[in-house]
């Protein structure tokens, strides 16, 4: 709050100096004048939205401070939750890599340790709230409850997003497969019977015979199947 009011103070600051300065010399140019005064209205406007914002953010804490033990009570059950969510979260991670290229999952690999990290974090803020509403300082509990609720959201972001994407690609799977009999139908009708297929993609984990099932399972589906399809 304090930094938003430094910079409210600075911007009408130099809002009153373009001010002044059209007062006591009227510009000769138009453009120019009307370019300080837009300047004027831009800053005016910047310092209002910045301090209403802060005032928002004063009045969601001092709801929080009203209503802590509440709060902290409904954190916990969204902290066991997605505590409990998230080994599924690693497994379906899990079955993705062993099932597409590096690049197709590359956006999620870390999530979980991430998710585990915001958890973690969320807990701390949630220990340190009802710490605080014991010694009856609901202020500093507010401020906990905000930390562990911003953590526990960003949480639940990196989990839906395994998910998410393990759905789009099974989709990308169906449409693919649904799409391949009429390719081989264009093929057939531009060029006459297709006569060879060339493995073109594939995929190597490597372990020999002690590779987990799930990896030999990827490797024949694609280094095989997808050219039956």
């Not at 999530?111 to 709230?129: D, I, S, V």
């Not at 984990?205 to 399972?217: K, M, Q, S, Y």
């Amino acid at each position: 709050f304090a930094a938003a009011v430094e910079r409210a103070k600075a911007d009408l600051a130099r809002a009153f100096q373009l001010r002044r300065a059209i007062d006591d010399s009227t510009p000769d140019d138009e453009t120019a004048r009307r370019e300080m005064l837009t300047e004027i209205i831009s800053l005016t406007q910047g310092a209002s939205d910045r301090l209403d914002a802060e005032v928002d953010r004063f009045d969601e804490l001092r709801a929080m401070e009203q209503n802590a033990p509440e709060l902290l009570a409904g954190l916990a059950t969204r902290l066991s939750a997605l505590e409990g969510r998230l080994p599924g979260a690693e497994a379906t991670l899990g079955g993705l890599t062993a099932t597409y290229a590096p690049a197709a999952v590359a956006t999620v690999l870390d999530n979980p340790r991430q998710a585990g990290e915001r958890l973690a974090f969320a807990r701390g803020e949630m220990t340190e709230g009802n710490v605080e509403v014991a010694a009856g300082n609901r202020g500093k509990a507010a401020v906990a409850i905000r930390g562990a609720e911003e953590a526990l959201g960003q949480a639940g972001q990196l989990v839906d997003a395994i998910d998410r994407l393990g759905a789009d690609l099974a989709d990308a799977d169906d449409k693919i497969r649904a799409a391949i009999p009429g390719v081989v139908e264009d093929i057939t009708a531009e060029y006459g019977p297709i006569d060879l297929w060339f493995a073109n993609a594939g995929i190597a984990h490597g372990g020999g015979v002690d590779a987990p099932d799930e990896t030999w399972a990827a490797q024949w589906r694609i280094n095989v199947m997808s050219h039956v399809y």
